[in-house]
């Protein structure tokens, strides 16, 4: 299924710039390729770039990181939820705490990249498994209804977002 396939109430509005990154894509490529765009981007990337902030109160490199981590774990379990038809109200989850204690600056580039891997490979795993009829399913959360797949391509695209801020704002 491709990201334009996507219906207007399959997600909130926030996250339109998510989905436009990602043009055309299809749901598992873009998962795919996503995770191998950002590990090609931080692989070579210096050791003393982790712990860069562009400005007084912005996210380091290292950071970025863990939330990709983090917001993942957060939209595979609501999809996952959504997926078993489970109509509960799932709430929000606030990123600049969940960052804040994230230890960043103990972890290593090795560490936090295989870390992304092994989350990303889950991802990959859980929205193969789902059939058509299933990635249509939708439910509730942070107050807005989304659908399964608006999800997958949520995570692809919320990867795209942030190695665009790397590379425009921590690698000039």
Not at 16 to 27: K, N
Not at 34 to 46: C, H, K, N, R, V
């Amino acid at each position: 299924m491709k990201r334009t396939e996507l219906k207007a109430d399959e997600y909130h509005p926030y996250y339109s710039p998510y989905m436009e990154i990602l043009g055309d894509a299809e749901l598992m490529e873009a998962l795919s390729s996503s995770a191998t765009e950002l590990e090609e981007l931080i692989i070579d990337l210096p050791r003393e770039k982790m712990s860069y902030s562009y400005a007084e109160g912005k996210w380091t490199v290292a950071e970025i990181l863990l939330h990709l981590i983090d917001a993942e774990r957060v939209f595979q379990y609501r999809a996952l939820r959504f997926a078993r038809k489970d109509m509960t109200d799932l709430p929000g989850f606030e990123q600049d705490d969940y960052v804040k204690y994230s230890n960043a600056e103990k972890r290593t580039k090795k560490d936090i990249l295989e870390e992304f891997k092994a989350v990303r490979s889950s991802s990959l795993n859980l929205f193969g498994s789902f059939s058509e009829d299933t990635l249509l399913q939708k439910g509730t959360a942070n107050q807005s209804y989304m659908s399964v797949r608006a999800l997958g391509f949520v995570l692809s695209g919320h990867v795209r977002h942030h190695m665009k801020i790397i590379r425009e704002r921590y690698l000039d």
